[in-house]
């Protein structure tokens, strides 16, 4: 009689009210639906994952994506609106729960910071919650993880092989050896904004063992002038504004920087995400492939058509590299 009774509420208790525990990068085991169909973003580097494994379950973007940007991202997200940023400082308790997600979606920093929003978004929403590892080393396994959470295994499995190469570049037979170029990596319009070393914004860099030069301060950016510049003496210049090509062209002072001299500047393309850093999510692979030597002409359509799920046009792809070039220590 009790075999014949499991037998009946198996099948008529809804599938999608079944659940598994799931264990996070906090250590959190998560009771997740078996059947997950609405996926809501925490942040922009969740969003990022997302729209690669699973476009078709996102709820929406969590900060603003341009229009030119989304085009070249998977036809299952055009159209998708704005939503509210969960990893912000605002309480969006009510806003979460109107948008009637199955699952809460944080990826990044494994931080008590971090952690704890986790804790305590599923408690005030009643939504499960899942925060997964960001660092770099950590994706593929991350995207196998998300795939066999979302029933994306083949997508993910493809994904996770993908990044396995690209993280491996480092390290494969035709890596740079000898070349340890030390770098400055900035931000701004004026570009003396300077990362840090040993942050995330500098992972990708790290990973080929490119020593980033910088004062020493408190964050993962120090503001200095334009006179630090040449006392610091980088081999090679990498900035995030492409504004700086006119700034280096009109300014004397950019002159007397030997990188400069040298023609060692670079500018790191920022569609239809930045290559290497912002959000610090999986488009940070595609940056990690062009400073060990990918050339950007090729990685880019590549990059755009296995990640982001869009074959880029010949316009499309001539915005993203817009003067970029192969990067020669």
Known sequence: ?????????TLFWPATLLARDIVDAAGHSVAV???????????PPAAIL????????????PSSVPDDARAMLAPATDGLPQIPRLTGREDVTDNIQA?????????????????????????????????????????P???????SILHREGCAETLAQFAEALLAMPEGPNARKDAHPRVIYARGADGVSLAASSTEVTDAFARVRW?????????PFSQVSIETIPALDPDILIFAEPAMRDTIAQATA??????VRDGHVFFAPSQPFGWLEEPP????????????????????????????????????????????????P
């Open 1 to 9: 009689m009790f075999g014949r009774l499991v037998i009946l509420f």
């Open 33 to 43: 639906r078996d059947t997950v169909g609405r996926v809501l973003p925490a942040g």
């Open 50 to 61: 997302l729209e690669a494994v699973a476009p078709d379950l996102m709820l929406g973007w």
């Open 99 to 139: 948008l009637k997600p199955d699952l809460t979606l944080d990826y990044g920093t494994i931080s008590p910071r971090y952690a704890a929003l986790a804790q305590t978004t599923q408690q005030r929403t009643g939504v499960s919650t899942l925060l997964l590892n960001g660092s770099l080393p950590e994706i």
């Open 141 to 147: 396994r991350t995207l196998r993880l998300l795939g």
């Open 211 to 219: 020593p980033v030069l910088a004062p020493d301060g408190e964050g």
């Open 254 to 259: 950019w002159q007397s920087v030997r990188a």
């Open 281 to 328: 999510s999986i488009n940070r692979l595609v940056g990690l492939a062009w400073l060990a030597g990918a050339d950007p002409a090729t990685l880019a359509p590549l990059f755009n058509a296995v990640v982001y799920g869009r074959v880029l046009s010949p316009a499309q792809n001539g915005a993203i590299l817009a003067g970029s070039k192969l990067i020669q």
